[in-house]
């Protein structure tokens, strides 16, 4: 279960990032997750609760966002694939490449400020 030390990681950019702010909380957390990121997002939530407990971000909500595999193909094509097919859907060359859907992004962080 490697969602924990993802999370950990997560959260260390979120406290830099809220102190250099000078933030005295952090509200909402976005994070896009590809389906080909290797996170489990049922445990990344987990994770995450726990975790978060003593940070800054002990009271802020977590939006996922799963984001499907897109490719780009020879042909043109750019755009989603249906499953874990790694085919064109236009043409069905198999030489394409994933632009989307293997990365975990940290998307938009919400910082409250003080007055």
Same mark, same amino acid.
């Given at each position: 279960m490697h969602e924990f030390s993802v999370v950990s990681a997560l959260l260390d950019l979120v406290t830099e990032d +809220?102190?250099?702010?000078? +933030?005295?909380? /952090? =509200? =909402?957390? =976005?994070?896009?997750?590809? /389906?080909?990121?290797?996170i489990e997002p049922e445990l990344f939530e987990e994770a995450f609760h726990v975790c978060k407990r003593g940070t800054v971000a002990e009271t802020a909500a977590l939006e996922l966002i799963r984001q499907p595999i897109e490719i780009s193909c020879p042909c043109g094509y750019q755009g989603g694939i249906e499953g874990f097919s790694f085919r064109c859907p236009k043409c069905g060359e198999t =030489?394409?490449? /994933?632009s989307d859907g293997e990365d975990m992004i940290l998307q938009r962080l919400e910082l409250e400020l003080p007055d």
């Open positions: +809220a102190r250099k702010h000078k +933030a005295t909380g /952090v =509200t =909402t957390i =976005t994070v896009k997750v590809g /389906v080909m990121s290797g =030489t394409i490449r /994933v």
